[in-house]
């Protein structure tokens, strides 16, 4: 079993829809999370980083639930811009900087 | 500041050919990492530092080899090339610990070095 799993996509929708994506980690011990995003033959770019509380940025919101060892992505109102991959990271190994670890990425695509 | 310079940006080799892809960063990060990318895979860790002279194996280590003389530089060595070796290599770097308005974890990436092994 993969260390992070997320929804592997490709997701298509048309612009103004709301999407959400999933996923999920085995080790109970990370303490860091976030999202990054990728863009075609790109390197990938942090987008947002994930707390406990939840948070939002803009369009964009996080939330964390620990029980469930699970982390989401909700995007409101999608922008064409917005079509890109999304990657899911976890450091497995506290807070400090150590095993941090992408999931496989899930693929978003706006329509007009 | 030019953050994380991956070179070369584009390298063919031949099966059981040696090469070095070269990272260096200068932005005093302690924490160092490579990553390769295939196609519907992600990112997977092949190595990381978390400090000069010191380095651990990721998820996907074998076939290659890192060191870390210095804080800047932290080169990927590819000691005997294989086709499966073909793929996108990322070096990406990090504090490696939170402070203020920058955060633990949170990794700059070079531009990306495509591998092809043939």
């Known amino acids: 079993r993969k260390e992070v799993e997320q929804d592997p996509g490709p997701f298509n929708v048309p612009e103004g829809a709301t999407v959400a994506f999933n996923c999920t980690y085995s080790?109970?011990?990370?303490?860091?999370f976030f999202w990054y995003r990728q863009d075609c033959r790109k390197e990938p770019k942090l987008l947002m980083s994930v707390y406990s509380s939840g948070n939002e940025d803009g369009r964009f919101t996080a939330q964390l639930n620990r029980a469930s060892q699970y982390i989401s992505l909700l995007i409101r109102d999608s922008k064409l811009s917005d079509s890109a991959t999304y990657l899911c990271?976890?450091?497995?190994?506290?807070?400090?900087?150590?095993?941090?670890?992408f999931g496989s990425g899930t693929r978003l695509s706006i329509r007009p | 500041n030019a953050g994380v310079t991956q070179t070369p940006k584009f390298q063919v080799l031949k099966t059981g050919q040696s090469m070095t892809l070269q990272c260096a960063q200068d932005m005093n990060h302690e924490y160092m990492s490579w990553y390769r990318q295939d196609p519907g895979m992600g990112l997977r860790l092949i190595h990381y530092?978390?400090?000069?002279?010191?380095?651990d194996q990721g998820e996907v280590p074998n076939g290659y080899n890192v060191s870390r003389s210095t804080t800047e530089d932290f080169p990927l060595r590819l000691l005997s090339a294989a086709p499966s070796q073909t793929s996108v290599y990322f070096c990406?770097?990090?504090?490696?610990?939170?402070?203020?308005?920058?955060?633990?974890?949170?990794?700059?990436f070079g531009a990306g070095s495509r591998l092809t092994v043939l």
């Open positions: 530092s978390v400090g000069a002279g010191i380095t």
């Open positions: 080790n109970s011990a990370s303490q860091s």
């Open positions: 990271v976890v450091n497995l190994s506290g807070s400090s900087a150590s095993k941090i670890i």
């Open positions: 990406a770097s990090s504090y490696l610990r939170d402070r203020a308005h920058s955060g633990a974890n949170v990794l700059t």
